[in-house]
């Protein structure tokens, strides 16, 4: 077996003029030149982590469903702020339409003077 000297190593890269060896630990970075794929790539125990490898696409729509949904959060849609109150009279009279009418007659039959003025079917008075 040859013993490993520096005249056995072979150098795949270099950064600021000092060679970067095939198997050595240095990690590659912005300042190195050279094979990239054959320098020290940790991956460490976070590898493990992942599950799937989506494609470039996939992954985009991922991220825009998830921007679209921090944007609705971020910026809900304007509601009016009025008071229920405001609106309780449109809502009582569409609610309390029957009963209106039959009150109007009975106060257009106590006007005209009808004998049935005052009366109603069921309430017990004559």
């Known amino acids: 077996m040859v013993p490993h000297t520096q005249a056995h190593r072979q150098p795949i890269g270099e950064e600021a003029g000092r060679p970067i060896y095939l198997f050595s630990t240095d990690s590659p970075l912005r300042s190195m030149t050279g094979d990239f794929e054959a320098m020290a790539l940790y991956a460490g125990l976070g590898v493990a982590h992942i599950a799937s490898s989506p494609s470039a696409a996939e992954r985009i729509e991922e991220i825009m469903q998830h921007a679209q949904l ?3 959060r971020l910026h809900p849609p304007e509601v009016e702020l009025s008071s229920p109150v405001c609106y ?19 106060l257009e039959a106590e006007r005209a003077g009808g004998s049935d003025a005052g009366a109603s079917p069921g309430s017990g008075h004559a």
Request: no cysteine.
């Open 70 to 72: 921090e944007w609705h």
């Open 88 to 106: 309780a009279p449109e809502f009582e009279r569409a609610r309390n339409a029957e009963l209106i009418e039959s009150l109007n007659e009975l």
